[in-house]
């Protein structure tokens, strides 16, 4: 099992263009996480699924925030248009269902927005 | 609003000796409570959780204590090895909210030799 697998692992991109972050599950898991670290927020919760239905997206910053989940295994996070704020750590992180807390999260995505 | 918090950004600590990582919180519907690890450019690892039921719980070297009445817990560390040196996150959930996880803003570890 590879895990959880996040692509690309950075990404550097001017301001106003669209970014997709992308991300594989670990097979059997059926929830899944997008969370940004920055460092006076620590880890914060975008949005999460379960079962490839949006939960809670309470989270996402604004509009410019997408995340979709195509199928069980895949999830993208768009940002469109992207702004120099953006820059962060994106992680994803799987986990096999309710009651259970063992994410397992993805290396992450290093966003830089110029 | 940060629900959980790590005041301290970082901690030093001597090989050897005991670290002491503390959060607070303040939602009192938050009745299960995590640590993670992070490494450089490693995703966080689960490291030790504590239900609300329980005000310690042990894994080897490292144990977690929950204070609730004070909305605090804390993870001890006892000896500290080199191969500590972390990002250390605390996180919590409520049970009505499942799934949903709040971090903290992590506490960086470094073991000294």
């Known amino acids: 099992d590879a895990g959880v697998i996040q692509s690309p692992r950075h990404e550097v991109t001017e301001m106003g263009q669209e970014v997709t972050l992308r991300c594989k599950l670990i097979?059997?898991?059926?929830?899944l996480f997008w969370y940004r670290q920055t460092m006076m927020r620590g880890l914060e919760l975008l949005i999460y699924f379960n079962n490839n239905v949006p939960i809670d997206d309470s989270g996402m910053p604004e509009d410019r925030f997408s995340a979709k989940m195509p199928n069980a295994s895949f999830s993208t996070l768009k940002i469109q248009p992207s702004e120099p704020r953006d820059s962060a750590v994106y992680f994803c992180?799987?986990?096999?269902?309710?009651?259970?807390?063992?994410?397992?999260f993805g290396s992450g995505t290093r966003l830089t927005v110029v | 609003d940060q629900q959980v918090k790590q005041n301290s950004p970082s901690l030093s600590v001597q090989e050897g000796r005991i670290s002491i990582l503390n959060c607070d919180y303040t939602n009192s519907m938050f009745d299960y409570f995590l640590w993670y690890k992070k490494y450089p450019a490693e995703g966080p690892t689960f490291l030790i959780s504590i239900s609300s039921i329980k005000d310690k719980n042990e894994d080897g070297r490292f144990t977690v204590f929950l204070n609730k009445s004070a909305k605090h817990l804390s993870l001890h560390i006892v000896p500290s090895q080199p191969g500590d040196s972390a990002v250390y996150f605390c996180a919590a959930s409520a049970l009505v909210g499942a799934q949903k996880l709040v971090f903290g803003q992590g506490t960086r570890l470094t073991i000294n030799p």
């Open positions: 992180a799987s986990s096999p269902g309710r009651g259970n807390y063992g994410y397992t």
């Open positions: 097979s059997g898991h059926n929830s």
